[in-house]
């Protein structure tokens, strides 16, 4: 009978062991899966804020390009409406047959870089799908839409001109020159006549209607940067608390 007692009081403390150990190792188990999972997310933000940063950084130095390019767009579209209105009143300064010359034959540089180094590698890796579907969108619409087509605008400007100065420009280059002066250097008198042709009418025309385009877009790209700034700026804070 004692034996019986024995028995009967000693199996449930063995219970009451096991049971405890079961519970302090699940405990420690899911401690352990909590605190990894802990240590992941606050490496994704720290990646993630890491990405906000750098594609801030290039939003920075993408807007000083843009503010750049304005400015440039801005004089050109001012030197080829005086063009435009000194050609029609038959009176045109030595000013602005220079620049006129200088723009027809490639002297002014067409530059302009919208790739972001930090957006195609997050896109390529496919982090960029780990942002937050507005600021990815806005992303996309940025990247893939806008800064595209002002690109196709700047390339179209170019080839516009590359066309006219091969096959209008260069047949009349064999007299806009005087015989002592240097091959840069046209007569501007003889300059003057040769853009009175209607062509270059019709040329000046198309060169400020698509130089007001490329305007346009440029504030339509700076303002959706300025935008993009603050989405991302908002989803630093908001990651970082």
């Given at each position: 009978m004692l034996l019986n007692r024995f028995k009967t009081g000693r199996i449930p403390k063995l219970l009451l062991t096991y049971l405890v150990e079961v519970i302090i190792i699940f405990l420690g188990i899911t401690i352990s899966f909590?605190?990894?999972?802990?240590?992941?997310?606050?490496?994704?933000?720290?990646?993630?804020?890491?990405?906000?940063?750098?594609?801030l950084t290039d939003i920075d130095a993408l807007k000083a390009r843009l503010t750049e390019d304005r400015s440039g767009s801005s004089a050109w579209i001012s030197q080829l409406d005086s063009l435009r209105i000194q050609r029609?009143?038959?009176?045109m300064s030595e000013r602005q047959l220079t620049w006129f010359y200088k723009m027809i034959t490639g002297q002014f540089v067409f530059l302009f870089d919208p790739y972001s180094p930090t957006y195609m590698s997050a896109a390529g890796s496919g982090l960029v799908h780990e942002l937050p579907d507005s600021?990815?969108?806005q992303l996309y619409d940025l990247y893939r839409v806008q800064l595209p087509f002002?690109?196709?605008?700047?390339?179209?400007?170019q080839e516009n001109i590359t066309n006219f100065r091969?096959?209008?420009?260069?047949?009349?280059?064999?007299?806009?020159?005087?015989?002592e002066?240097?091959?840069i250097s046209p007569d501007l008198t003889m300059?003057?006549?040769e853009i009175q042709r209607p062509v270059y009418g019709n040329f000046i025309n198309q060169i400020i209607i698509t130089e007001k385009k490329v305007y346009a877009m440029n504030e339509d790209a700076f303002d959706t940067l300025s935008d993009l700034q603050g989405s991302l700026r908002n989803y630093i804070d908001e990651v970082g608390r």
């Open positions: 909590l605190f990894e999972q802990w240590r992941e997310e606050q490496a994704q933000k720290k990646e993630m804020i890491e990405l906000s940063e750098s594609l029609t009143s038959g009176k600021i990815r969108n002002f690109q196709l605008l700047y390339n179209q400007q091969n096959h209008t420009l260069m047949p009349a280059n064999a007299y806009l020159y005087r015989t002066a240097s091959p300059l003057a006549k």
